[in-house]
């Protein structure tokens, strides 16, 4: 396979940016390459240091535009694709009326295979090169999530949800069948090329105790693989919950007693906390994942990203589509501005454009293979335009320095942006 040279400004974070001036924290190439070899990246730099190991690649000029890793995003929901944008309801209403009728669908493999190849043309089409998904109850959605994304080389994660109760009967499994499923996907696909397999209990009112025993034993047999579920969303949700388990001391409890907890587990919006929740979170290394598109839509509550990192948690950013309202990360960065201004914190473009690559990678623990340029990582980027629009363009004959190009491109930024976007060195337009 023939080397590529990518040429344009190239942004690589090193480590989460502390402050709206730390420029420590990344390497800024003005002019600047990558250079690809067999889908990874050989090496990133000065176009002139990079070029004397690049001689004969295949050169793609993308100046004046911004390179920067792939978006990673760490929540979303593969079955809702048809979802979005639906009407009037807060979530246990949203699931029943909306979501559920629409995941049954699943069942029916044609169906999925033709939803997968329409949701990776979004992904990528918005700039995102990972993410983490539930698919539906069924395997034959798994199947299409994982097979569609293979043909195109792509890193992701997902896996069945795992849900025997509260629920139409087409979309539940047995604690037993759950069990069975999720073992054959995980030992199916964990590992098979780019893929990583999670094992997801939706929640916990869509799971009995014994469904919650059994993916505790998946979580025992297979620690290193990662864990998905949601918590804290919605006061109705909070209070049902603490119905259904009695017993548990909070919601986090009920999580903690079937041994879910640890740097593996991702929990879906984390919004309404007690204060023994957040120091379980704390200890145990769990991460929270903001989902601000989603939280708005919903009416779900204004997410404390400050108050939890301030205690030692880090947290993951993601759209959770269907509830979020967008496949953009740089719109999820926009709408959680926002969330953020309501709680008078302030995330600066910096630290959001780290969030949605380095931070993101480093919650899933990959940053080893994704979420930065760093030669030996996988050459998934994506290519920014910040005119892409006509009221971009003439925001930015204002512009004078990255970080007020970034904002303006977190802000006003969406899938127009996205000028080009490269899978494994592949690009997708
Ligand atoms: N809680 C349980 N399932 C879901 C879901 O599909 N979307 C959201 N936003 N919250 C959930
Ligand atoms: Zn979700």
């Not at 919605?234 to 879910?260: F, S, V």
């Not at 023994?276 to 903001?290: D, K, Y």
């Amino acid at each position: 396979m023939t080397d590529k040279l990518l040429r344009g400004r190239v942004l690589n974070f090193k480590s989460e940016p502390q402050g709206a001036d730390d420029t420590s924290a990344f390497d800024y190439f003005k002019d600047g390459a990558i250079l690809i070899r067999d889908g990874v990246i050989a090496a990133t730099g000065l176009f002139d240091d990079v070029i004397e190991q690049g001689r004969d690649a295949e050169m793609v000029d993308h100046r004046p535009n911004l390179l920067m890793a792939g978006f990673i995003d760490t929540h979303l929901h593969f079955p809702q694709v048809q979802v979005l944008a639906s009407w009037g309801e807060q979530l246990l209403d949203w699931l029943n009326n909306y979501t559920f009728p629409e995941e049954t669908r699943f069942v029916d493999p044609e169906h999925a295979a033709r939803m997968a190849t329409a949701f990776y043309d979004e992904l990528t089409g918005h700039g995102t090169t990972t993410a983490v998904a539930y698919c539906s109850v069924h395997s034959s959605s798994v199947e299409a999530y994982f097979s569609e994304a293979e043909r195109r080389n792509m890193r992701m994660l997902g896996g069945k949800v795992m849900m025997d109760r509260n629920a139409p009967e087409e979309l539940t499994d047995t604690p037993q069948s759950s069990y069975d499923d999720s073992k054959m996907l995980l030992e199916k696909w964990h590992g098979k090329g780019r893929a990583g397999y999670v094992i997801s209990p939706r929640f916990a009112i869509t799971s009995t105790p014994q469904q919650m025993e059994a993916a505790q034993a998946l979580v025992a047999e297979h620690p290193d693989v990662h864990v998905q579920t949601h918590m804290s969303e919605n006061l109705n949700e909070i209070a049902y919950t603490k119905e259904l388990y009695p017993d548990a001391p909070d919601y986090m409890g009920i999580y903690e007693h079937y041994r879910l907890l640890g740097p593996k587990i991702l929990l879906g919006h984390c919004i309404h906390l007690e204060d023994r929740e957040i120091g379980l979170m704390a200890e145990t290394g769990s991460h929270p994942v903001f989902c601000p598109t989603s939280n708005l839509f919903l009416g779900s509550g204004l997410f404390d990203d400050a108050g939890l990192r301030a205690r030692g948690i880090s947290n993951g950013i993601a759209t959770d589509i269907g509830g979020g309202t967008s496949y953009s990360m740089l719109q999820t960065l926009n709408e959680g501005y926002k969330v953020l201004q309501l709680r008078r914190q302030q995330t600066h473009a910096y630290r959001a454009f780290w969030w949605v690559t380095r931070g993101n990678a480093e919650v899933l623990g990959l940053e080893d293979k994704i979420g930065t340029l760093n030669a030996g990582t996988e050459a998934d980027v994506v290519v920014l335009d910040a005119c892409a629009t006509s009221a971009m363009a003439l925001r930015m004959e204002r512009v004078e320095t990255l970080a007020e190009e970034l904002f303006v491109l977190q802000i006003m930024g969406d899938d127009r942006a996205i000028a080009q976007t490269y899978v494994a060195g592949e690009a997708q337009k």
